[in-house]
């Protein structure tokens, strides 16, 4: 059964910096890999998806990798703003975007 | 514009009392799924549909019960609901076809059984 684990589970930083969330999955045979976010009390809003063929993604000032063999992801936000501040998830898809599994999710507090 | 409807937002219960979370989307998708959301355990998936008349069971589908008649709505019913089932609670859709096909979510109804 599929498992993702996300680290750090919380993190907070001086605006300006540039930040690396992890998302860790155990089976590598998915078809994609999707990045959410989701403020308080509000929905999940899609920022990004890597396909299991692809590397990386890139959306303005993010940047998401995948290494399926190893079962990693990383999100990687540059020069971070509190607009930013919120809980990114990541979720595999096991079977053509009906078979999402999520990681608990990172809380980010980006300070002014 | 394209999205996903969950009503009501809110509500609380009492245990027991027949309830019913409606969804819709707009974007004929063929795939829809429920989806709770609790502290420390993230997403879980509840049930989910391929299409029209076609449902299955996610990782929790214990206490709960969906049906798919039209491609637009995807109902969640909870036949006698118990504090366990006090949660947040979200639909989403897709195509349900690709690898490029993205999940679009609803805003969430937030569920008190008391």
């Known amino acids: 059964k599929q498992e993702v684990t996300q680290i750090p589970a919380a993190l907070s930083v001086p605006e300006g910096e540039n930040l690396v969330l992890n998302c860790s999955f155990t089976d590598s045979a998915i078809y994609n890999l999707q990045w959410f976010r989701q403020d308080p009390g509000k929905g999940l809003t899609s920022l990004l998806l890597i396909q299991s063929s692809q590397r990386e993604q890139t959306s303005g000032r993010l940047n998401a990798s995948l290494d399926k063999s190893s079962g990693r992801s990383t999100l990687y936000i540059a020069a971070s703003q509190p607009g930013d501040s919120a809980t990114y998830l990541c979720a595999v898809d096991g079977n053509y975007g009906q078979n999402f599994v999520f990681g608990p999710g990172t809380r980010l507090s980006v300070l002014p | 514009e394209a999205q996903v409807t969950q009503n009501p937002r809110y509500l609380i219960t009492v245990t027991g009392k027949k309830l019913t979370v409606t969804c819709s989307q707009n974007?004929?998708?063929?795939?829809m799924s429920w989806y709770r959301q609790d502290p420390g355990l993230g997403l879980r998936q509840i049930y989910y549909?391929?299409?029209?008349?076609?449902?299955d069971k996610g990782d929790v589908p214990e206490g709960y019960k969906v049906s798919r008649k039209e491609k637009r709505n995807f109902p969640l019913i909870l036949e006698s609901p118990s504090p366990n089932q006090t949660s947040l609670y979200f639909c989403a859709s897709s195509l349900g076809q690709t690898s490029t096909d993205t999940q679009y979510f609803g805003p969430g109804t937030r569920l008190t059984v008391l």
């Open positions: 974007m004929n998708h063929e795939y």
């Open positions: 549909s391929m299409n029209v008349e076609v449902t």
